[in-house]
T-cell receptor, first 113, second 114 residues
Framework: TQLLEQSPQFLSIQEGENLTVYCNSS?????LQWYRQEPGEGPVLLVT?????EVKKLKRLTFQFGDARKDSSLHITAAQPGDTGLYLC?????????????FGTGTLLAVQP | EAQVTQNPRYLITVTGKKLTVTCSQN?????MSWYRQDPGLGLRQIYY???????DKGDVPEGYKVSRKEKRNFPLILESPSPNQTSLYFC?????????????FGPGTRLTVL
């Protein structure tokens, strides 16, 4: 059973456009992370959000954790070709030292120049 | 530089031939994991270790073994590989302190089992 659903699965846009990627679950997470993975490399952590309703900004990227801590969104403003990659969300289950990360299936973003 | 290294990066082998994928981190992290990444299935945890000599099964442990004799190393062992273990494998090292939770991934090992 896939606990984290990401949408859309694929997204191809032109440079300068805005986009939003969604990460949804029926489970409540203690934290939510977003990663970007480029071809031939491992995922790289972009942000961790831990409070319901929390919003974090990283340059042109805005991350939001849902009020009920079951969902999250990633919004990119004025996308650039360098934003191309696989975006993964990961929810933290359980507390303390045994906190486990569950990964979504990813959103593959292609930004055309 | 904070780093997780894996070797080899690419491996083609045959069914039943034992292999080991090495993983090393230089951040003195206690928590390390192995994941496999397959199209449409995302990243799934194989095994994890919370400290030296402490390992536990993840979501897909069948056919794999791990060991954690030193904090920096966490090798993944396939005693008798099968074609369904063809995948992209990632080692990860994780640091948690209060609200800070950071996981670093290695560059990946692409394994093909014929």
């Amino acid at each position: 059973t896939q606990l984290l659903e990401q949408s859309p699965q694929f997204l191809s846009i032109q440079e300068g456009e805005n986009l939003t990627v969604y990460c949804n679950s029926s489970s409540v997470f203690s934290s939510l992370q977003w990663y970007r993975q480029e071809p031939g490399e491992g995922p790289v952590l972009l942000v961790t959000v831990v409070t319901g309703g929390e919003v974090k900004k990283l340059k042109r990227l805005t991350f939001q954790f849902g009020d009920a801590r079951k969902d999250s969104s990633l919004h990119i403003t004025a996308a650039q070709p360098g934003d191309t990659g696989l975006y993964l969300c990961a929810g933290g289950l359980g507390g303390g030292a045994t906190n486990k990360l569950i990964f979504g299936t990813g959103t593959l973003l292609a930004v055309q120049p | 530089e904070a780093q997780v290294t894996q070797n080899p990066r690419y491996l083609i082998t045959v069914t039943g031939k034992k292999l080991t994928v090495t993983c090393s981190q230089n951040m003195n992290h206690e928590y390390m994991s192995w994941y496999r990444q397959d199209p449409g299935l995302g990243l799934r945890q194989i095994y994890y270790s919370m400290n030296v000599e402490v390992t536990d099964k993840g979501d897909v442990p069948e056919g794999y073994k791990v060991s954690r004799k030193e904090k920096r190393n966490f090798p993944l062992i396939l005693e008798s590989p099968s074609p369904n273990q063809t995948s992209l494998y990632f080692c990860a090292s994780r640091h948690r302190s209060g609200l800070l939770d950071t996981q670093y991934f290695g560059p990946g090992t692409r394994l093909t089992v014929l």
